[in-house]
């Protein structure tokens, strides 16, 4: 196997490896949804009524849900408010506020079909008996469910979170977002000294460390590494029949009731701005009395239990209580939902492994082109996703696609230069072995072959062009001299070649004089092919009458060719200034 093939496959295998390592842990790694966040329908951060939204807690990880934001209605949660005053009938047995006298209450709140209860005073009589504070604990959890309030506060030394606070908390490791701007508290200013049944969630009625701001409700806080909520926030939404894992938060955005509660916006210190004030009114009943009102009109099934009175104030947690619970139930709600379904999970490894084997056969690409098409890759990519999220009804995650090619792309580039120079190296190592085996070859040749003869040598060092085998011309005298004449230069050019001094002993070739010797019979020959094209042509144009003409041609030849030398020296002229353009028709003829 070819080491790009060898790169190929261990390319195809890291990255493999890496897409189906992301696509099977993307729901342990909450980070890794980044970029379906970005893809998603919902613009983050936007609650503003028409907007989507995503709902936080969908029933199946394979499916998206998305609904619209709505605007506020003007709907405010119908409740009983039970006040209690100061009391001047003197009806109450145990004076102006008792947790005796508060339990009578709440059990006449129950025969008129209360369900959930929201005290809002604070519950603590240090100077009681446990004894007399068991009654109202044991009323509080006669209800469905229920919700108290007491301040909270930071100081130097801080108290551990009490066991009822935890309940209606959350982990800060499930806010989104930065909570580190979030108030801190760890002490309660007045904590209730009565047992807290199981049914209550126990939220803060203020934040006495902070300084109140006008039209500004907070609505989270951190003790350690709680997070802890306002509790007419608590209140409505037990109110909704939600618990406190419907909670949603994004921190420095929006606290979210639910799949199809409230969206309440907050800034990134946990605080709800709004001026909005309820103009109507709860029907109410005092505390004292609430034994003798009918159930005739009443359609209430929730109630809350506040001190109004100028005397009985002094015990109030919250002021104002349905106010606040209808300015928090005065924000954006959800509805209209659509669902997306997640592609199935062997399509989805199926296109893991295709991005795979794209990126190991861009591998052999030049560097340019290959991220040029990797960059093209990742845009389409993040735009089938896109299109998937917004105009079909199915979805899929986008990170395992956008790290298979990421992978793809660093492995390439980290493999591409390593597997140039082992193929360089390669190639240059085979170029070196066919040189060293071509000399032995040779050498091997020359020791099997037999010995060259004296006139094959020549030839190797000298090879001459091949002559045609002269026909019988016109002028047959005149071509037989020259023959004859160079017949016997080349003889005696063999004698002088075969004496050893005549020859270069650097190149192995005949000397000089030898040289010049030579061209004399290489010019004649030369002559005398030209001569014979020239008779070939006189012959086919030739008649009869012509036979005379061309036998004193040739006697003049014949004169010609028995002085050798003058021969000789007129040729070596010739070759001399006319043999690169030497005509056809000389008057040597």
């Known amino acids: 196997m070819s080491i790009i093939r060898k790169a190929q496959l261990l390319i195809l295998a890291l990255t493999a490896g890496t897409g189906l390592a992301v696509l099977f842990t993307l729901d342990k790694v909450p980070t890794l949804s980044l970029v379906d966040t970005m893809l998603s329908p919902q613009e983050s951060g936007n ?68 369900r959930s209860i929201f005290i809002t005073t604070h519950l603590q009589w240090p100077e009681l008996d446990q004894v007399e504070l068991n009654a109202l604990s044991s009323a509080i959890g006669k209800f469905e469910h229920a919700t108290i309030a007491t301040p909270v506060k930071r100081s130097v030394k801080g108290d551990p979170i009490p066991d009822y606070f935890i309940r209606a908390s959350l982990p800060a490791s499930e806010v989104s977002g930065d909570s580190s701007s979030l108030p801190r508290v760890n002490q309660l200013s007045l904590a209730p000294n009565i047992t807290i049944p199981q049914n209550t969630l126990a939220g803060f009625s203020q934040i006495e460390s902070e300084e109140a701001l006008e039209n500004s ?35 420095g955005q929006y606290i979210r009731l639910g799949n199809k ?18 103009t109507e009114e709860p029907f109410t009943v005092t505390a004292a009395y609430s034994g003798e009102v009918s159930m005739i009109g009443i359609t209430q099934t929730s109630a809350i239990l506040s001190a109004d009175g100028e005397k009985s104030s002094v015990y109030s947690a919250i002021s104002n209580p349905y106010n606040i619970i209808a300015q928090i139930a005065h924000t954006p709600t959800v509805g209209e939902e659509s669902t997306l379904t997640r592609f199935p999970l062997w399509l989805e490894i199926l296109l893991v492994l295709n991005l795979a084997a794209l ?28 299109v998937l999220n917004r105009f079909t009804a199915y979805w899929s995650p986008s990170a395992p696609y956008f790290l298979t090619l990421i992978s793809a792309w660093i492995f390439t580039s980290l493999l591409s230069r390593p597997v140039r120079k082992k193929l360089r190296e390669n190639k240059s190592s085979a170029a070196e072995n ?24 020549k030839e190797a060092r000298d090879p001459k062009p091949a002559t ?26 063999e004698i002088k070649l075969s004496k050893p001094e005549k020859e270069n002993t650097h190149t192995g070739k005949p000397s000089a004089q030898a040289f010049e010797e030579e061209l004399i019979p290489d010019e004649a020959t030369m002559f005398s092919a030209a001569s014979e094209k020239q008779a070939e042509k006189k ?26 030398g003058q021969i000789t020296s007129k040729v070596k002229i010739d070759i001399k200034t006319e043999y690169p353009f030497y005509p056809a028709d000389s008057e040597d003829k």
């Open 359 to 386: 990126g190991a056969w861009l591998f052999t690409y030049r560097s340019s082109r290959r991220h040029t098409v990797f960059t093209i890759a990742l845009f389409t990519t993040g735009a089938i996703i896109f």
């Open 261 to 278: 509660g409230n969206i309440i916006p907050i800034d990134e210190f946990g605080h709800y701005k709004t001026d909005y004030q309820t």
């Open 217 to 251: 409700i907070p609505l989270v806080a951190r003790w350690d590494d709680r997070i802890i909520f306002y509790a007419p926030l608590l209140e409505l939404l037990q109110h909704l029949g939600l618990t406190i894992d419907d909670l949603y938060i994004e921190a």
């Open 539 to 564: 012959t086919n144009q030739a008649d009869a009458d012509d036979t005379s003409a061309k036998t004193e041609k040739s006697s003049e030849s014949n004169k010609q060719a028995t002085a050798p």
């Open 47 to 114: 609650i503003a009524p028409g907007s989507i939204v995503e709902d936080p807690h969908p029933e199946s990880h394979r499916k998206r849900v998305f609904r619209k934001v709505f605007a506020p209605n003007n709907q405010t949660p119908e409740y009983l408010l039970c006040s209690i005053d100061d009391d001047p009938d003197r009806i109450n047995a145990y004076g102006l506020y008792h947790p005796a006298d508060l339990s009578i209450a709440l059990e006449n709140l129950r025969q008129l079909k209360m």
């Open 468 to 493: 045609k085998k002269p026909s019988e011309p016109a002028g047959k005298p005149f071509k037989a001299s020259l023959e004859k004449n160079s017949q016997d230069k080349k003889s005696k050019q």
């Open 434 to 457: 066919k040189k060293t085996k071509e000399p032995a070859t040779q050498s091997s040749k020359e020791d099997t072959s037999p010995a060259k003869t004296s006139s094959q040598k």
